[in-house]
């Protein structure tokens, strides 16, 4: 035992000393390059003399990146977590100039600026260091991987179970097909997702609900019911307000309605961590989850992700330079996308560099290591969403090739947390899917001239300004960069007799704000005879959903065909032909919610070539139906059951928690809640058996 520690100690005294000694050489080379630079008195010094001055400056250093930085990341939680990884270069460059402050006799000296670019590279080689000694010998990388998420060991078990964990892994947006385009070949762009395949791991589709968008899918995933949830955004008569569910106080809201209809805590109660997603599944550990961003003081533990990432000065050095290089990428590939007129085509500019470096850098390194620390710290359920995919392509297509270096980053990502399994305390099964997928297509605005709110105030006689506007992208990591900011949501109210538009790609909706209630076809030919027939003639638009007094739910489709839903009526040919088995029993589904639209719009879709007209500025979308954004897939490892026993499709997102849940229970691990929440969660939640909670409806355990 004794010879065991000081082995320990004699290996971790080693590597310290070789970090020492390699940042002293980079010091060397940096003062020999940089002319603002300096390790020597104004006389000049020896060889040796100028080699005993770099130690000292590299000690010191490396002395105040263990002790001031953690203390100074964790001061800075209070400021905006994107704003913290853009202040990371000042920060190291300030602890450098302290550093070479401490030296005697003034020999370390550096202009400011100069002193940022040596802390930057001397964090980078340190770290790069410690990493190749460390992964020399298993307990000691064993120990990094727990110091990069955070955990330095106390959140370790004080017994080593031997049932196994499970990781879920969400890829935002990659839909069925393109999954399998991308590991097949001789140089698949996802050699590790390939390599699962390979050895035996399962790829089968699954078929979203009509709103095939993160919000509806991730809810019933996390949660068990999606139910009320029509798109992405929409407008709610009864209280004048706008829900986008990936705004944090509306996620909160359709958080407590999931868990008030379901009586259940989530998918993660027990034991679980919720990392980068929309919703917590009950989770106790959370780190980037939306809905309990909005919460503030010293209880909300949904930013605490950054402070374990970033309190590493080589984390949050090399994570900066990631973020620049990736603002750089984005340009670059902007301006060679212009160059080349590649059509389709949207905007680019503005802050959509910083939002699309914020998804692929900074979201993606926090969740890694956050994932990776769960497992390390032994616990029974993970689910991480990855949201690079899925926000460059909104903006540059589903299957461009600006997608392929995301998909090939990403891959890594997956084998870092594959690597990091094999040191954990128990075995770990990894379970990658996604929650739904994107289609291609020219957006309605472009295509067409005019935007869907511009249609609809012409069929509704209303005056139609000379220039369409554009919406905002609905890209999930749009408003986590928000959040992070401490931006406020701006959620909207109306008192207009206007009709309200929204757009959730290529779903568009029409809520009549004067109208109590769902308004009537025969209402609205009354009021405006115009519109259904300027709608369901228009080229661009392939069926819509309204109500009907005499009738019931009816979709409507160009010269004058419907499907009447209730009795299975048909006039003409079925307008929703086009889109597929499935599709009239989730459009039904959702004429069923409380707070469905009066009119709910799908684009026109090309079966042949899966394209549809996005009612956003985004030509890869989802949001409706049509393509391929209907049909995301679900990637599991051969020791657990099939999805369905039959072989028959998955359909909705409620379905696939239900086989979810189904895996968790196969491990036989514990059903317990583990760690400080525990006893708060048996209150509410009931025994383990029952999940029916007393009183209120269980509420969602984070802080």
Not at 120 to 138: E, G, I, K, P, Q
Not at 164 to 188: C, E, I, S
Not at 653 to 679: K, M, N, S, T
């Amino acid at each position: 035992m004794r010879t065991a520690r000081w082995k320990t100690l004699s290996g971790a005294l080693l590597r310290v000393l070789a970090v020492w000694v390699v940042s002293s050489l980079t010091l060397l080379v940096l003062a020999a390059l940089l002319p603002d630079f300096r390790l020597q008195s104004a006389g000049g010094d020896s060889i040796t003399r100028t080699a005993f001055t770099a130690a000292l400056g590299a000690g010191a250093f490396g002395l105040l990146g263990a002790l001031v930085w953690p203390v100074l990341v964790r001061a800075l939680l209070l400021v905006p977590a994107l704003v913290l990884g853009l202040l990371v270069f000042f920060l190291n460059g300030s602890l450098l100039l302290l550093a070479l402050g401490l030296i005697p006799e003034g020999r370390g000296q550096a202009a400011p600026e100069t002193a940022v670019i040596v802390a930057a590279v001397m964090s980078a080689t340190s770290s790069a260091t410690s990493a190749f000694l460390a992964v020399r010998n298993d307990e000691a990388y064993h120990r990094r991987l727990v110091r990069l998420a955070g955990r330095r060991g106390r959140r370790a078990r004080a017994h080593h179970p031997t049932t196994p964990g499970t990781v879920f892994l969400q890829l935002d947006g990659l839909g069925h097909d393109l999954l399998r385009d991308a590991t097949r070949g001789d140089r698949p762009l996802m050699e590790t997702v390939a390599g699962w395949i390979a050895d035996g791991h399962h790829l089968t589709p699954w078929r979203t609900d009509w709103s095939s968008q993160t919000g509806a899918s991730q809810l019933g995933i996390l949660h068990g019911s999606n139910e009320d949830l029509p798109a992405f955004r929409w407008y709610e008569k009864e209280t004048r307000s706008l829900i986008v569910s990936n705004r944090p106080s509306s996620a909160a809201e359709l958080q407590r309605r999931a868990i008030e209809r379901t009586g259940d805590g989530g998918l993660l109660a027990y034991d679980g961590a919720s990392r980068g997603n929309l919703f917590s599944g009950g989770a106790d550990q959370v780190a980037l989850v939306m809905s309990v961003a909005a919460r503030r003081g010293r209880y909300n533990r949904s930013r605490a992700g950054y402070f374990a990432y970033f309190s590493d000065p080589g984390n949050a050095a090399r994570t900066a330079v990631s973020f620049v290089a990736e603002v750089v990428r984005e340009i670059v590939q902007s301006l060679r996308s212009r160059f080349r007129q590649e059509l389709p085509r949207v905007k680019r500019g503005g802050l959509y560099p910083v939002i699309r470096a914020f998804a692929t850098v900074v979201e993606r390194d926090v969740v890694v290591a956050a994932v990776v620390g769960d497992m390390l710290a032994g616990r029974t359920a993970v689910y991480a969403d990855l949201v690079a995919y899925d926000e460059v392509a909104h903006h540059s297509g589903p299957a461009h090739r600006d997608t392929h270096q995301v998909l090939r980053s990403l891959d890594r990502s997956l084998a870092l947390i594959a690597k990091a399994a094999g040191h954990a305390s128990r075995p770990y099964r990894i379970v990658l899917l996604s929650d739904h997928g994107q289609s291609h297509g020219v957006t309605f605005l472009e295509r067409y001239g005019l935007s869907l709110g511009d249609l609809v105030r012409a069929g509704c006689g209303l005056p139609v300004p000379r220039r369409a506007g554009r919406t905002r992208s609905g890209a999930e990591a749009r408003e986590a960069a928000r959040a992070a900011l401490h931006r406020p949501e701006g959620i909207e109210g109306t008192s207009s007799s206007h009709p309200v538009v929204l757009a959730s790609g290529n779903l568009g909706l029409v809520s009549f704000p004067d109208v109590p209630g769902r308004i009537t076809r025969e209402e609205v030919d009354r009021r405006h005879p115009a519109l259904l027939g300027t709608l369901t003639n228009h080229p661009g638009i392939g069926f819509l959903l309204i109500r009907s007094a005499e009738h019931g739910a009816v979709v409507l489709g160009p010269a004058g065909t419907e499907h009447h839903l209730d009795t299975g009526r048909i006039v003409g040919t079925d307008p929703l032909a086009a889109f597929g088995d499935g599709a009239a029993e989730a459009v039904r589904r959702t004429d069923r919610f409380p707070h469905t639209a009066d009119l709910m719009i799908n684009s026109a879709h090309d079966p042949l070539t899966g394209a549809v007209h996005a009612f956003e500025e985004q030509i890869g979308s989802h949001g409706g139906l049509g393509g391929a954004q209907s049909h995301p897939f679900l990637l599991w490892p051969a020791e657990l059951t099939a999805p369905t026993p039959d072989g028959t499709p998955l359909t909705g997102a409620e379905q696939v928690h239900r086989v979810l849940r189904r895996w968790l229970r196969e491990a036989e691990g514990p059903q317990q809640p583990i760690g400080p929440a525990a006893d708060e969660l048996r209150r509410e939640t009931g025994p383990p058996g029952g999940f029916a909670p007393r009183g209120p409806a269980a509420q969602d355990k984070t802080r």
